[in-house]
């Protein structure tokens, strides 16, 4: 079970760190991949060649199979750059200033609810990177093996969304809903009109292109969404 301080940030950055992905794949797709966290560096497509694109990128932590549980980029022993573990750093950091013990630790344990997930510990890994995303103000992030059933979660410096747009906004709520990592619903709307500029009313978010009607059920949890341009 999750701590009462990650739960919030997972509630403040979901929105967004799922738009940004949705926007990553709709830029690069199943291309392929290479990192380099030595010169800080990751590249989509064939490096060398002019249709690859490359950003910056960092190690947030890895989820491993053998040990069951989660290293914060920080703490792993090959010791990397700072400045390849700049995001990983600022998730501690407000770990500690905020209490979050999932934050704050070197290692977390992947849970005991999770047995049956593949890859292993992908919701605790997602979980944390989006904390780490909040921590860090930067949202596109990708996670891939790196063998063993290892996989590496990095934070990508570069990529840009365009201005929110109603049916993107509409599918971004409703999958991240869907996807049962929200506790507190009005806090997620909150939070990402604020990280878009947008604003909320408490009933509807106002869109460039329109208005999107937010339907909250007795427990406060979304329950239907209204466009309208």
Same mark, same amino acid.
């Given at each position: 079970?999750?701590?009462?301080?990650?739960?919030?940030?997972?509630?403040?950055?979901?929105?967004?760190?799922?738009?940004?992905?949705?926007?990553?794949?709709? +830029?690069?797709?199943?291309?392929?991949?290479?990192?380099?966290?030595?010169?800080?560096?990751?590249?989509?497509?064939?490096?060398?060649?002019?249709?690859?694109?490359?950003?910056?990128?960092?190690?947030?932590?890895?989820?491993?199979?053998?040990?069951?549980?989660?290293?914060?980029?920080?703490?792993?022993?090959?010791?990397?750059?700072?400045?390849?573990?700049?995001?990983? =750093?600022?998730?501690?950091?407000?770990?500690?200033?905020?209490?979050?013990?999932?934050? $704050?630790?070197?290692?977390?344990?992947?849970?005991?609810?999770?047995?049956?997930?593949?890859?292993?510990?992908?919701?605790?890994?997602?979980?944390?990177?989006?904390?780490?995303?909040?921590? $860090?103000?930067?949202?596109?992030?990708?996670?891939?093996?790196?063998?063993?059933?290892?996989?590496?979660?990095?934070?990508?410096?570069?990529?840009?969304?365009?201005?929110?747009?109603?049916?993107?906004?509409?599918?971004?709520?409703?999958? =991240? +809903?869907?996807?049962?990592?929200?506790?507190?619903?009005?806090?997620?709307?909150?939070?990402?009109?604020?990280?878009?500029?947008?604003?909320?009313?408490?009933?509807?978010?106002?869109?460039?292109?329109?208005?999107?009607?937010?339907?909250?059920?007795?427990?406060?949890?979304?329950? $239907?969404?209204?466009? =309208?341009?």
């Amino acid at each position: 079970m999750r701590s009462a301080g990650l739960s919030a940030l997972v509630d403040d950055g979901a929105f967004l760190a799922h738009e940004s992905q949705l926007h990553l794949v709709d +830029v690069h797709g199943l291309e392929s991949w290479t990192f380099d966290l030595e010169i800080g560096s990751f590249t989509f497509g064939a490096r060398g060649t002019p249709a690859a694109t490359t950003y910056g990128v960092e190690l947030l932590g890895s989820a491993a199979p053998g040990p069951r549980s989660w290293l914060w980029g920080w703490a792993n022993p090959a010791g990397f750059r700072s400045e390849v573990l700049r995001a990983a =750093t600022a998730a501690r950091t407000l770990g500690e200033q905020r209490g979050v013990p999932e934050l $704050a630790a070197p290692e977390v344990p992947f849970r005991e609810d999770g047995q049956d997930e593949d890859p292993p510990g992908m919701r605790l890994a997602y979980e944390l990177s989006v904390a780490a995303r909040v921590a $860090a103000g930067r949202w596109f992030a990708y996670s891939g093996d790196v063998g063993g059933g290892t996989r590496a979660w990095l934070l990508l410096e570069g990529p840009r969304l365009p201005e929110p747009d109603l049916v993107r906004t509409v599918r971004v709520i409703g999958e =991240t +809903v869907q996807a049962g990592v929200l506790d507190d619903h009005r806090r997620a709307l909150a939070s990402y009109a604020a990280l878009r500029g947008l604003e909320w009313d408490g009933t509807a978010l106002h869109l460039p292109q329109g208005r999107l009607a937010v339907e909250l059920d007795a427990h406060g949890r979304i329950s $239907a969404l209204s466009g =309208t341009a």
